[in-house]
Each structure stands twice: as structure tokens, then as C-alpha cells.
């Protein structure tokens, strides 16, 4: 079955403790990116990947990392967690049709955290 | 700069009646216009997208109207369901445009049985 997977789905922290929120997808897209999901918000894209060691800021990179070293993986790490990042994650994958053309985005199931 | 206004925000209607969402964009190189579709505990998912060369798209009880004078497009649904209610996203793209993506803030669609 053709799907992103994320994990884990909820994960309760404390301030400064490092995660990595895993996804992977099964379908060779090339693209993927990472957003989270607030109330009055919407989706906010924090980092995207054209391709395997092609990284690139969205419009929230602050207090996260990513990398991508393989093409089905593309993890979200944060080093130092604050209060401010407890929120709704959605990692998402696309083709990019020529290399150029985004397709639709296909999302995982989402993975709640809650930094205390 | 908010580059996607989406309206509205929440939206109430009755079983059996039109909902419609709309979405503006600024961008004018935006060549692909999509509709995600988001239900509580669940990642969003398409619904229905067009591209420019067409003015409207019909798929079941769901239609796409794109206005390229008006740099906007809609969502309709005809006949709302129950069923419909869920969150709805645009996230409007271009073909060889910034990789970045910009979603609507989201309009919450409740169908009353």
C-alpha cells in the first residue's frame, strides 16, 4: 500500500530533551517536506526536500532540523525543544514530475507533541 | 506577505445545501490548484485540483471554479453531506516556482443533519 508513515503519533516531552520524528514513504517520490498544524494557523511548512541531500527552510525552519540521506526517509529533529513547537506534524511526499512539477502532496497520519 | 487568503474560516451548512470555500492568491505564476480535504485525527488529503487551462472541475458532488482575472478559485459542494464535514485546504503551486508551499489557513465546513 502506497503510504507515508510517521513516528511516533504522540510524544509527551520535556524542554531541551532531543526527539527525531521519523516519516518514510514508499512510493519513490522525490519531494518531501515537514508542516505543522495550529489552531487559527493552518499548515505551515517548516522544511522541504527536493531530493536525497537537497535540504531547504519553509517559512518556519526555526528550532528544527531535517536531513535526507536516503530518498524514502526524511526526518525532523529537534534539538532543543521549547513549549512553543507542542503541535500537530505533518510529514507530506510528492513526485516531481520532470524535475520541476509538483504533483500532489500525500500525507502521513500526523504525530502529536506536547513539549512541557 | 500572506500569499493565500482562504475564506472563511468556519462554515455551517445545512444537510442537502451548497457549501462554498474560496481561495485568493497573489502569485500569478501559481499553475496548479488543489483542494485538500482534512477529517479530525487525519492527514490532509487531495480532493481535487485543476490546472489553468480549464475554468471548472466537476468530480461527483464536488466542483473546482477557477477565475484567473480574479486570482481566485472555489470549492463547491453540491449537496453537502454529513459526511463533508472536515477541514478543507487550498495550496495553490507553480511548475518550476519556489518548492516552497503555502496552504490556506483552512476553512471548517460542519454539514447539519
Known amino acids: 500500500e502506497a503510504q507515508v508513515t510517521q513516528n511516533p503519533r504522540y510524544l509527551i516531552t520535556v524542554t531541551g530533551k532531543k526527539l527525531t520524528v521519523t516519516c518514510s514513504q514508499n512510493m519513490n517520490h522525490e519531494y518531501m517536506s515537514w508542516y505543522r498544524q495550529d489552531p487559527g494557523l493552518g499548515l505551515r511548512q517548516i522544511y522541504y526536500s527536493m531530493n536525497v541531500e537537497v535540504t531547504d527552510k519553509g517559512d518556519v525552519p526555526e528550532g528544527y532540523k531535517v536531513s535526507r540521506k536516503e530518498k524514502r526517509n526524511f526526518p525532523l529533529i529537534l534539538e532543543s525543544p521549547s513549549p512553543n513547537q507542542t503541535s500537530l506534524y505533518f510529514c507530506?511526499?510528492?513526485?516531481?514530475?520532470?524535475?520541476?512539477?509538483?504533483?500532489?502532496?500525500?500525507f502521513g497520519p500526523g504525530t502529536r507533541l506536547l513539549v512541557l | 506577505q500572506q500569499q493565500v487568503k482562504q475564506s472563511p474560516q468556519s462554515l455551517i451548512v445545512q444537510k442537502g445545501g451548497i457549501s462554498i470555500i474560496n481561495c485568493a492568491y497573489e502569485n500569478t505564476a501559481f499553475d496548479y490548484f488543489p483542494w485538500y480535504q482534512q477529517f479530525p485525527g487525519k492527514g490532509p488529503a487531495l480532493l481535487i485540483a485543476i490546472r489553468p487551462d480549464v475554468s471548472e472541475k466537476k468530480e461527483g458532488r464536488f466542483t473546482i471554479s477557477f477565475n484567473k482575472s480574479a486570482k481566485q478559485f472555489s470549492l463547491h459542494i453540491m449537496d453537502s453531506q454529513p459526511g463533508d464535514s472536515a477541514t478543507y485546504f487550498c495550496?495553490?503551486?507553480?511548475?518550476?516556482?519556489?518548492?516552497?508551499?503555502?496552504f490556506g489557513k483552512g476553512t471548517k465546513l460542519t454539514v447539519n443533519p
Open positions: 507530506a511526499s510528492s513526485l516531481l514530475a520532470g524535475g520541476l512539477y509538483q504533483e500532489t502532496q500525500y
Open positions: 495550496a495553490p503551486g507553480s511548475q518550476g516556482g519556489s518548492e516552497k508551499l503555502v
